[in-house]
């Protein structure tokens, strides 16, 4: 089986569960699109255990999720734990089709996604959204953003330059146009916080 990794993953894990402990402090069920290597969900939902992590991505990365999903259980039952297992097991979202949740959720988060996928599947992602977070829920998106069209540092120019030679519909998106979306759907801003390696964790609520 080929088991992918993420670095980035690694180096930037700590750092977005601090914000996430307190945006998803009130949440039970959190649907992550774009779950990728599956190491973000495994760490999560080992550090929010009172939620359910429910992730979610194209069928060719779910061996990677569920082999850290079973890394996780065993850990558990190593340790003896009465805890209910809450990495629950991947499910399918193609954000150029609907998705298919059993239920709305109240938590949805997204790592390293938006700057990949094209513009017009950062507008399904939205509109995914839209459709699938309850009022009150809480959306938390984590990536690189440009500011009234600049990059934030060089080395983000730099990255933006080796997206588009990778893949001319990725790109590092403006914060503006995704603010708009956002509003579009209901959703309102409540926090832009810095994170390291120049990146941002934008978080807001379903109104």
Known sequence: MDISFSAA????????LSILKKVFKDTDNVLEIGSGTGQHAQFFAENLSHLQWQP???LVNH????FRREQ???????????????????????LNSLWNLASAVDGI????????????LVQKFFSGVGKNLVNGGMLCIYGPFNYQGQYT????AEFDLWLKER????????????????????????????????????????N
């Open 56 to 58: 979610s991505d194209l």
């Open 72 to 94: 996780y259980i065993e850990r558990k039952q190593a340790q003896e734990s009465t805890d209910s297992v809450n990495f629950l097991a991947p499910i399918e979202v193609d």
């Open 63 to 66: 061996p990677s999720i569920s």
């Open 167 to 206: 893949d001319e519909n990725s790109a590092i998106r403006d914060f503006d146009s995704i603010l708009l979306l956002a509003n579009s759907v209901g959703l309102s801003l409540i926090e832009d916080n810095a994170m390291p390696a120049n990146n941002r964790l934008l978080t807001f609520v379903m």
């Open 9 to 16: 993953c690694e180096n930037n894990k700590v750092a977005i």
């Open 153 to 156: 540092s060089e080395s983000n």
């Open 109 to 120: 988060f997204t790592a390293n996604t938006l700057h990949i996928v094209s513009w017009s």
